[in-house]
């Protein structure tokens, strides 16, 4: 499963990078992907970028977040500027689509004054 990190509280208009830490077989096969998911609600695509770096983003996030990825690395990042009180969830990153057992604990991201 992969490791995400960087989570944290921040206050509104704050900023926080995620990183995903992903297995070579999955990072180097697919297009990855930031999901996240709010208290009471289903867990949505954030980001993607493919395997040659084309990326795409939800409406709701588009100019605030950037998602790239480090082949050397096999990680995933997340920056994410500007955040809202709506941001506020549980941080994932899996395959695009989604590979079901690849589902790591995620990283809690709280914005909040």
């Known amino acids: 499963q992969p490791v995400e990190s960087g989570g944290g509280l921040v206050q509104p208009g704050g900023s926080l990078r995620l990183s995903c830490a992903a297995s070579?077989?999955?990072?180097?096969?697919?297009?990855m992907g930031w999901y996240r998911q709010a208290p009471g609600k289903q867990r949505n695509l954030v980001a993607s970028?493919?395997?040659?770096?084309?990326?795409n983003y939800a409406g709701f996030v588009k100019g605030r977040f950037t998602i790239s990825r480090d082949n050397t690395k096999n990680t995933v990042s997340l920056q994410m500027n500007s955040l809202k009180p709506e941001d506020t969830a549980v941080y994932y990153c899996?395959?695009?689509?989604?590979?079901?057992?690849?589902w790591g604990q995620g990283t809690q991201v709280t914005v909040s004054s």
């Open positions: 899996n395959a695009v689509p989604p590979i079901s057992n690849n």
């Open positions: 070579i077989a999955i990072f180097s096969t697919y297009t």
């Open positions: 970028i493919t395997t040659g770096g084309t990326t």
